[in-house]
């Protein structure tokens, strides 16, 4: 061959790779993963949904992206820091020792010594007489809905209530309750209380419990304020109904209330707590209350598959989280205000001032979801919680310093999508 032949020949050959490589791309690509060829200066998979969300904003229809527009795209830093929920911690050496080591039985039995400590503890602490340990808030809150109610009745919660926003639709499936809401914003008083109480009659639903919740997450973390939870429960015995409070958050309330968890208990007939939120174990929450309604809560757990057996190793990192886990969650309250102070900084923002570990705020002019998108390509992951309103949530795993890097990112991203006059604009 000459050495034009071979010049053409070589040619042939590299357009030849060259097409193999970018089907091989496409291909990769559509299967989610990451093109071959170029995977060590790729950027990871949040600029691709950045580009896909520009993309899609532009009216394209199909999933393509160049390697030239991803690469102009910031590269999320990592790794990144994580804000969406308090449940997002890991947890530590010390608390995996912890639960490594605990000695365990068959709680169904009743003879897991970690759960049995576990549950003696928390009763305590809450100054109940009995606690049950279960595997979620959920099933603790729907446990409280199965005790105090009957098929038919209506619940009256705060606005935002958990438990009923965020349950998938349990309290109407098992329990078959329906809710009414009193107030605005998650709060509400004893007046309000009486309003949304239906009148007895045949033809009403029988109104037979108030939900109270306390931190507030919906509303940003608000502290349910101890005088306004008394007078709101007073009214409710003055009617008729039973008081639960969903308390998943309550050691926060506590702590920055400056009261102890037994005296915000204290009104209600049963208490749910969770440890897998700022307390930072993997997995559990407690229900607590009277000795015989703990009996049925029992009853009730099994029924809906909430028995666990060696539930020792599970119930040793809540031990864990509650004695060595809780003093620090002053710590998260700081770095909170912080980042509520950054955000308020930025135009269009408006901040729910944090009182505990959630920052709540609402952008005047933009979707909540392309900032949510801006942020992470910055590194950092938070949650839209309506159309124009997001939340960060600071907990164990994230340092002042982390908190403090991601209300800049966070900045950056709402400059990009906001814009500095308070436009919406697309990304840069
Ligand atoms: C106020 C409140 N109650 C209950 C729950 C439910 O807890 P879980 O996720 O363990 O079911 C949550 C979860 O975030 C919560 O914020």
Request: aromatic letters at 4%; glycine letters at 10%; charged letters at 25%.
């Amino acid at each position: 061959m000459g050495g034009l032949g071979r010049a053409f020949h070589a040619r042939c050959e590299t357009q030849f790779h060259e097409r193999g490589r970018r089907t091989d791309d496409r291909a990769q690509t559509r299967l989610g993963r990451r093109p071959r060829a170029a995977e060590a200066d790729w950027p990871s998979g949040a600029v691709f949904l950045e580009i896909a969300a520009r993309r899609k904003a532009a009216g394209a229809t199909r999933r393509t992206y160049s390697s030239l527009e991803a690469t102009r795209l910031p590269m999320p830093p990592e790794p990144a820091i994580d804000l969406r929920s308090d449940t997002v911690t890991r947890p530590s050496p010390a608390m995996r020792e912890a639960m490594a080591n605990a000695a365990v039985g068959d709680d169904v039995y009743g003879e897991d010594p970690s759960v049995l400590e576990l549950e003696r503890r928390t009763a305590e602490i809450l100054g109940k007489e009995s606690a049950l340990f279960v595997p979620s808030g959920t099933m603790s809150n729907q446990i409280a809905l199965l005790l105090h109610t009957r098929p038919g009745d209506e619940v009256v919660i705060g606005e935002g209530a958990h438990i009923a926003y965020y349950e998938s639709g349990a309290g109407a499936a098992w329990a078959g309750v329906q809710f009414a809401i009193a107030g605005k914003g998650g709060l509400f008083d004893a007046e309000e209380l009486a309003a949304a109480a239906k009148p007895k009659a045949d033809y009403h639903p029988r109104t037979s419990l108030v939900c109270l919740e306390n931190t507030h997450n919906r509303a940003g973390g608000r502290i349910f304020p101890e005088q306004l939870a008394m007078a709101v429960v007073a009214e409710a015995r003055t009617l008729g109904l039973a008081a639960h409070l969903d308390g998943a958050r309550l050691w926060h309330a506590a702590l920055a209330a400056n009261q102890s968890e037994a005296r915000l208990a204290a009104p209600f007939d049963t208490v749910s707590v969770c440890f897998s939120k700022g307390l930072g174990a993997p997995v559990g929450s407690a229900l607590v209350g009277s000795r015989d309604a703990l009996r049925l809560a029992r009853r009730y757990r099994k029924m809906l598959g909430g028995g666990m057996r060696q539930a020792g190793i599970l119930a040793a990192g809540a031990l864990y989280a509650l004695e060595h886990q809780r003093a620090r969650l002053g710590d998260d309250h700081r770095s909170a205000r912080e980042l509520g102070r950054a955000l308020g900084g930025h135009h269009g923002v408006r901040v729910v001032e944090p009182q505990t570990n959630i920052v709540s705020f609402t952008l005047e002019s933009a979707a909540a979801s392309r900032v949510v998108e801006a942020a992470r390509a910055r590194g950092v992951l938070i949650n839209a919680t309506g159309p124009s309103t997001l939340r960060a949530v600071t907990h164990l795993d994230v340092s002042s310093e982390q908190v403090r890097r991601a209300a800049e990112r966070l900045g950056e991203a709402i400059a990009a999508v906001v814009g500095t006059s308070g436009s919406t604009e697309d990304l840069p």
